[in-house]
């Protein structure tokens, strides 16, 4: 049995996998919603993705049955692991350029390392205190050049941090479970119960703009499909059961990283030194958390 904060094979696989398709749809992302109303847009992602989703666990044979006195929990895990993040992300990402909008929505491991200590019982060793430090410090300098303008933008600031603190709450919560079911059936049906609620948000305040998506929005809806919540989001959630809190969030933190500078390769978006910095710091953050102890290594 591995140390609780050292990634197996299969942990580093599906991470490496993780954050590649997680980065670079922060631009993919704000390339489909330019011309397309926000929240139809998702809304189309995820009914597509939920009914994929659906035929991955018809495949695999993963009971889709989840216990009635598990379901008030599963709809909380759903609340704050998917129906604050996705409505609030979306419509931020309408504000902010796709890499900043990032950033921000990466802040998670900051508010779930704050709530999991407060509310959580997890007291954080000095080494995690400095991973904590340098992801903070590695997201104020990518976010840099952007403090003068995001104060412009005080409404896709706040939705994209609530969205992260809910993340954040979400995160903790996954990792105390109480449900037995597999991931897989957790994932459907938080996925299932966003796919209704997004729709109805659409259907409220978006349906006199609906119009057939054009070439590139359909790229995008699929993309999002497919990777975002058929993998993306079941591997996440499967990496929330299996590590730490911590070791789970910060893990995830060269995302924000990616989608900067991907962002910067496909929508032109400006780098700078302090970007550079960032990438160093948040490495150094990953590492202080999943880097083996020494008395692990002796024992490994």
Known sequence: ??????????Q?????????????????????????????FRSISILLGWLLLSLVMFKMKVSFRVPRKEWR??????????????????????????????????????????????????????????GVALAALGAFLLLWHELVSLTGKPLGVLMALTAAAAWGLGTQQIRHTKMTVPT???????????????????????????????AATWGAIFYNAVGIFVFAQSAWLWLARSLPPLASTLSVMLIPVLGVFSGAWWLGEVLHWQDWVAVVLIMAAIASVLWPTRSTAETN
Not at 12 to 40: D, E, F
Not at 83 to 112: E, K
């Open 184 to 214: 897989l059936t957790i994932v459907f049906w938080m996925t299932g119960m966003t796919t209704v609620l997004m729709l109805l948000v659409a259907t409220v305040f978006e349906s006199d703009r609906w119009a057939f998506p054009p």
């Open 1 to 10: 049995m591995p140390h609780a904060h050292q990634l197996t094979r299969k």
């Open 73 to 130: 929990e599963l709809f909380i895990l759903a609340c704050s692991n998917m129906f604050v993040w996705h409505v609030l992300m979306i419509l931020a990402v309408q504000d902010l350029s796709s890499g900043r909008a990032a950033i921000l929505g990466y802040s998670m491991p900051i508010f779930s390392a704050v709530i999991g200590m407060f509310f959580f019982k997890s007291p954080l060793l000095a080494r995690a205190w400095l």
């Open 12 to 40: 580093w696989a599906t991470l490496v996998i993780l954050t590649l398709v997680w980065g670079i749809n922060w631009p993919i992302l704000k390339m489909g919603i330019t011309h397309y109303p926000a929240i139809t």
